[in-house]
């Protein structure tokens, strides 16, 4: 007997069942598309929390950058200061027992008082105060190694040329002028009373130093923990240089040599020139003055 020949009840409970199966499955169908809802919303959910995790990590990251940034701008003034010094060569006339001068061993180290503030005089056999513009210069050593922290107890030995290029004990033998040691204090700081260096044949205008670990310490350039120059900043050259018939010859000189292409200057990096330029204010009449740091690798 076919299915369709079992009468109206057998037809209603088929129907029934039928019904019942379609629910069954519609329902089935319906978790299976939430589920796959789900899922796709789920997949959303983690991409639209990754993005918005990177959002914040980059918002966060940006934050930190700013907050770095700042510090680094804060630093970076701090940094321009405590850049490491290049090391530079002490050049033909340093007087600290690592060459000679006139057949002898030349060592303004171990004479007795080159431990002082103004070096304008010589003070071995002469007297003679040298001639120029009077410049003050507070110098500050620092170690970049430890946040910029002062160096102190520290010696450091300046010396540089007088108004016609010429160095004392070297070109001019018989003074002593413009050479002086100091002792950094807590602040890591020492300030000389000099004049303004001139610029002479080959050389940008500069001045030298070396830093030694302890006076003590301060017998021999060969001790040094650093020896460097420093670049006089270029606009102050020009106008001490035109301005004072003292340097006179230093105006040609200038204007044909740059730190770009000095022999000593000419490889460092801009960072290195900007840390190892003098800040310097004043006028040819009052004197000029100013601060440097000395960054030191310790």
Do not use: K
């Amino acid at each position: 007997m076919h299915d369709h020949d079992r009468g109206l009840a057998f037809d209603l409970d088929t129907i029934s069942r039928q019904i019942v199966e379609r629910r069954r499955l519609l329902g089935w169908f319906a978790g299976a598309g939430a589920t796959a809802l789900l899922t796709g919303c789920g997949g959303g959910s983690s991409s639209s929390t990754e993005t918005a995790s990177s959002t914040t990590t980059s918002s966060t990251t940006t934050s930190t950058s700013t907050t770095t940034g700042t510090t680094t701008t804060t630093t970076s003034t701090s940094t321009g200061q405590c850049v490491a010094d290049a090391a530079e060569t002490a050049g033909p006339y340093p007087a600290d027992g690592t060459n000679s001068a006139s057949g002898s061993t030349s060592n303004v180290l171990t004479s007795s008082g080159i431990v002082r503030s103004d070096i304008r005089s010589s003070f071995i056999s002469s007297t003679t105060v040298a001639s120029g513009v009077l410049l003050t210069i507070t110098l500050t050593v620092v170690n970049v190694n430890a946040s910029c922290a002062p160096l102190s107890g520290y010696a450091v030995y300046l010396w540089h040329c007088n108004v016609d290029g010429n160095y004392s004990l070297y070109t001019v033998p018989g003074e002593s002028y413009l050479r002086g040691v100091q002792v950094t204090n807590s602040a890591g700081q020492v300030t000389f009373t000099t004049i303004f260096p001139a610029c002479y044949d080959g050389r940008y205008p500069h001045m030298h130093f070396e830093v030694f670990t302890s006076l003590s310490a301060a017998t021999s350039g060969r001790a040094a923990t650093l020896t460097s120059q420093f670049a006089m900043p270029r606009d102050v050259c020009s106008t001490v240089y035109a301005g004072s018939s003292l340097y006179s010859s230093s105006v040609s000189r200038l204007a044909a040599v740059t730190t770009t292409n000095d022999n000593v200057f000419g490889d460092n990096s801009s960072a290195q020139i900007a840390a190892m330029t003098p800040s310097l204010t004043g006028s040819i009449s009052a004197g000029y003055t100013g601060t440097v740091t000395i960054g030191v690798s310790v």
